[in-house]
């Protein structure tokens, strides 16, 4: 479709990038790769910074580290051969002089580039040996004529791809700021609700970023201008939108009412060998309470290591098994649902409870039998792995999904099991439990689908663990540790990290660090687990150093998550560099569950630079697992935090839900608002940003 102005014809903006000027086939399919496919998307695609050419700096005034316009005479030529042959020219304005670096020059540039001759030169300035530099500018010779014009707006740079360059790429949004002239968009964040935030119109918006006035450059790369703070607004909107959206579609399934005051669980408390926390308390009765209601519950359990929501989601698990339907405990390893099955096992099968464990490794007549006894409703709960959603999984009743850990399935898969998990007539009751606790704001961005409940409290008598940062050159003291360690009877885990993308190699290195140390230590018995055992010998060394006959448990970091020891009282992290702060923390709530003094060691292959260094000593200064989280945001972003940069999915374009964690109210009070008047705003905000028809709810 064309829209015919008086004079012209321009494109309309939802037409393919193919009818703007210059574009065929081949710079399509470029711009495909950067999601650009209609007019329109040029101009949602957004600078990632600004260049300032529209002025020329005095040199005195230029600023280590900023780029600038500057223009001057040639005062000096030198060639000098150093490791290599250098140009340098020395340039000067009235008010002083730098140099001019080029490592490669042609014959050509030698011949032009000779005192006396005047220059507009552009680059970042950078501090030299004896004076400022600006190493390869690029620069253009003034003559007699008419010099050039400066640009009157700031320079965007985009995000490009290969064969696509910055001017083409300017030139092609240049045209779609044309057609946006001519045909508004019409702004789907309605005026009403912008107006009180401060929010100017998309059109507005766009035009600026693409062509800022200069005098806004500081407040544009400190994203501090209002074009900005809209498009930020708007994004997390949109992922706001399409959560809730998501959720509302299942809260309007019916679910199971469940009776939630059986004898059951009165009967599993007063055999419990402890008291519930407080925290723990709490927690459970805001999922009675969900549970009790005839829409699935979605709520979200965050929990430090060791905070106990095990226990909290076995209770959850009998409220269903009192209203006589099935449920699920799914765990992202082998190890921790065969961990889980366990601990449920000594819990419940005294209570009568008919407990089932499936692993991606159950196969011929034993996976059938479990297969029959979970579709007869024989088998009341299943644990095991995301093997349980495989196709021929059947349920006869399932009425809750428990899903722990949920930081390693990340965002994708959460979903993925939603749809898989909806048998029959009843949506099931969904529980999530992460022990990757994050900042309140950030959770209200990425899991505005759930409801969120805190256990905020660690269960009495706990010695905090202590953790020390050591060089892998004092590797002997560590071994006596372990030595002093075992021979007073407690355990100690000693852990070999991924050193390569192989979990081959991974094994291989936990297999000779167990040699080495057995040379080292005959008088202890060693035992090694990694992810390329059997199951059933995962599950004989498991038990082996559960019963205390190994002293020493050498692993990879299979055993991350869930596994619980009481009476292990070091552990020993080898390469602790290369790991995560959330994976250190985790790895440590290994120990410190019994009574005993706990170490940790962070071993660690020297040089480690200052930044390591103070990763792992942010882990060494505090066993909250809030503060490590918060740091490990800062370090590593939301994405890798949170197991969302893999699926591919919650990837921001301008906003930073941890940076812009204060927007997140004002945002939720927005997405109330069009949730409830303004239904094709929601469509439009979603398509946007998240993509037409592919909400996450289509995963
Ligand atoms: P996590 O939250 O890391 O999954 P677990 O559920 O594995 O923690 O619990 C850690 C340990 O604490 C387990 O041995 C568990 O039996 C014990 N535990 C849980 N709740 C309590 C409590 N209220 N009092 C004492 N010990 C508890
Ligand atoms: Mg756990």
């Known amino acids: 479709m064309q829209v015919t102005t008086s004079t012209t014809t321009v494109p309309d903006l939802h037409d393919s990038v193919q009818s703007l000027t210059g574009v065929g086939p081949r710079l399509a399919e470029r711009l495909a790769r950067l999601g650009i496919n209609q007019i329109v ?10 260049q300032d050419r529209t002025q020329i700096t005095p040199i005195t005034a230029l600023q280590v580290g900023l780029e600038a316009v500057i223009e001057g005479e040639i005062l000096r030529v030198d060639v000098v051969h150093k490791r290599r042959t250098m140009l340098l020219c020395q340039l000067g304005d009235h008010s002083g002089a730098i140099v001019l670096r080029f490592f490669h020059f042609s014959a050509a540039q030698r011949e ?6 005047r220059l507009r030169c552009f680059s970042e300035v950078r501090m030299g040996a004896t004076s400022l530099e600006m190493i390869h500018p690029e620069y253009h010779i003034l003559s007699e004529d008419e010099p050039p014009p400066f640009a009157e707006c700031l320079t965007p740079i985009y995000p490009t791809t290969e064969g696509l360059r910055q001017p083409s790429l300017r030139r092609l949004i240049e045209q779609a700021l044309h057609s946006l002239h001519h045909q508004p968009l019409s702004d789907p964040l309605p005026e009403a609700l912008r107006q009180p935030l401060g929010l100017p119109d998309i059109n507005a918006t766009l035009h600026l970023l693409h062509r800022p006035p200069p005098e806004y450059a500081a407040l544009l790369a400190q994203r501090q201008h ?13 992922h706001q939108l399409s959560l809730r959206e998501l959720r509302q579609r299942i809260r309007r399934n019916p679910a199971l009412a469940l009776n939630t005051d059986g004898p059951l669980r009165q009967q599993f408390l007063a055999a419990l060998p402890f008291e519930l926390t407080a925290a723990q308390q709490r927690v459970c009765a805001e999922i009675a309470s969900d549970l009790r209601q005839p829409r699935p519950m979605l709520r979200l359990i965050q929990g430090d290591v060791g905070s106990g929501k095990t226990v909290v989601a076995t209770l959850a698990a009998l409220h269903a098994l009192e209203s006589a339907g099935q449920a699920v405990l799914m765990a992202p390893t082998e190890l921790l649902a065969e961990q889980h099955y366990r601990t449920l096992s000594q819990w419940l099968q005294p209570l009568g409870v008919h407990l089932l464990w499936l692993s991606g490794r159950t196969k011929g ?3 059938t039998a479990a297969l029959d006894a979970l579709r007869s409703g024989q088998a009341q709960m299943i644990i095991g792995t995301h093997a349980l959603f495989q196709d021929d999984v059947e349920f006869h009743d399932l009425v809750l999904v428990i899903v722990d850990e949920q930081h390693r399935f ?88 991924l050193i390569e993308e192989s979990t081959q190699l991974e094994a291989q290195a936990a297999e000779d660090t167990a040699t080495r140390l057995s040379e080292l230590l005959p008088e202890l018995r060693i035992g090694l687990v990694h992810g390329r ?23 990879t970091t299979v055993i991350e998550v869930g596994v619980d020891v009481p009476n292990a009282s070091l552990m020993i992290i080898e390469n602790a560099e290369r790991l995560g702060l959330a994976q250190l923390h985790q790895l440590r709530g290994r120990v410190g569950r019994g009574s005993a003094n706990s170490f940790c060691v962070l071993l660690y292959r020297p040089p480690l630079s200052q930044v390591a260094y103070a990763r792992l000593e942010a882990v060494r200064a505090t066993t909250d697992g809030f503060a490590i989280a918060r740091r490990d945001l800062e370090l590593r972003g939301p994405g890798e935090v949170l197991g969302t940069r893999q699926t591919g999915l919650m990837q921001f374009r301008i906003a930073d839900p941890v940076r812009d964690g204060e927007l997140i109210e004002p945002i939720r009070q927005t997405a109330d608002t069009l949730l409830a008047d303004y239904p094709h705003a929601v469509e439009a905000i979603i398509a946007r940003w998240i993509g037409q028809g592919q909400t996450y709810g289509d995963v």
């Open 41 to 50: 998307d040029l101009l949602m695609h957004l600078p990632l910074r600004y």
């Open 533 to 555: 055992l059997k199951a059933a010998e995962k599950e004989a060394v498991m038990a082996a150093f559960k019963s205390s006959e190994l002293a020493l448990l050498v692993a």
């Open 226 to 238: 209002p074009a900005q703070h809209r498009l930020i607004f708007e994004e997390l909107l949109a």
């Open 112 to 117: 032009h580039l000779t005192p006396g001759t």
């Open 410 to 497: 990340g965002v994708h898969q959460r979903l993925a099991l939603r749809e898989k998990g909806r048998r029959g007539a009843y949506c099931p009751h969904q529980l999530i439990m992460t022990a990757t606790p994050i900042p309140r704001t950030l959770a209200m961005s990425v899991y505005a689908d759930l409801d969120t409940s805190i256990i905020d409290e660690l269960p009495p008598g706990r010695t905090p663990v202590t953790t020390v940062v050591i060089s892998e050159s004092r590797r002997d003291q560590v071994i006596e540790r372990i030595r002093l360690a075992c021979g007073s009877g407690r355990q100690a885990y000693w852990v070999c990290p």
């Open 365 to 367: 007549s034993a996976r």
